[in-house]
T-cell receptor, first 115, second 110 residues
């Protein structure tokens, strides 16, 4: 079946502009995660959605970052007033449910470059 | 100190040889452990979960040492297709986010 999809695959933006990154999780998956991977760095957790519960935003690096998940499916990560240090690959993952027994499946990522 | 630490490598491995590498984690509340594989410019994919008793999946063997807070991955009879970055991943009991190590790069050469 279809996996996690993300769009755009690549995004180049000028410093100071806002960007929106989209994630379509696997159909039926209730848990959705955003991570980012900077050059030479490991994956860093950003935010997590589970059903109708309040999202876990503990990984968002600043208030310029926000995310929403409409209708329990598609999610959008928004970065306002982008900075060069925001350049990274932004990865979305989904799992059937929350909990240790459920594998997280990753999308191909959006490569963001802030010039 | 990073919560999950790995030797970045690269580990240059002759085809057919055995390679092993470790990962250490600092949070004793970590409950679940995984190895993910990431190919160049691709997304991470789950390779295997790591169980307390150790577990094997074909040519891959994972071990967990809770007392010393490290996990290991051993690859036997290395194939060229095993060349990738191997990510050590931990999850706390009460949470759902994954904490990733920086990855260990393995290059299998003919």
């Amino acid at each position: 079946g279809a996996g996690v999809s993300q769009s755009p695959s690549n995004k180049v933006t000028e410093k100071g502009k806002d960007v929106e990154l989209r994630c379509d999780p696997i159909s039926g998956h209730t848990a959705l995660y955003w991570y980012r991977q900077s050059l030479g760095q490991g994956l860093e957790f950003l935010i997590y959605f589970q059903g109708n519960s309040a999202p876990d935003k503990s990984g968002l690096p600043s208030d310029r970052f926000s995310a929403e998940r409409t209708g329990g499916s598609v999610s959008t990560l928004t970065i306002q007033r982008t900075q060069q240090e925001d350049s990274a690959v932004y990865l979305c993952a989904s799992s059937e449910a929350a909990g240790a027994g459920y594998e997280q499946y990753f999308g191909p990522g959006t490569r963001l470059t802030v010039t | 100190r990073k919560e999950v630490e790995q030797d970045p490598g690269p580990f240059n491995v002759p085809e057919g040889a055995t390679v092993a590498f470790n990962c250490t984690y600092s949070n004793s509340a970590s409950q679940s452990f995984f190895w993910y594989r990431q190919d160049c410019r691709k997304e991470p994919k789950l390779l295997m979960s790591v169980y307390s008793s150790g577990n094997e999946d074909g040519r891959f063997t994972a071990q967990l040492n809770r007392a010393s807070q490290y996990i290991s991955l051993l690859i036997r009879d290395s194939k060229l297709s095993d060349s990738a970055t191997y990510l050590c991943v931990v999850r706390k009991a009460a949470g759902n986010k994954l904490t990733f190590g920086g990855g260990t790069r393995v290059l299998v050469k003919p």
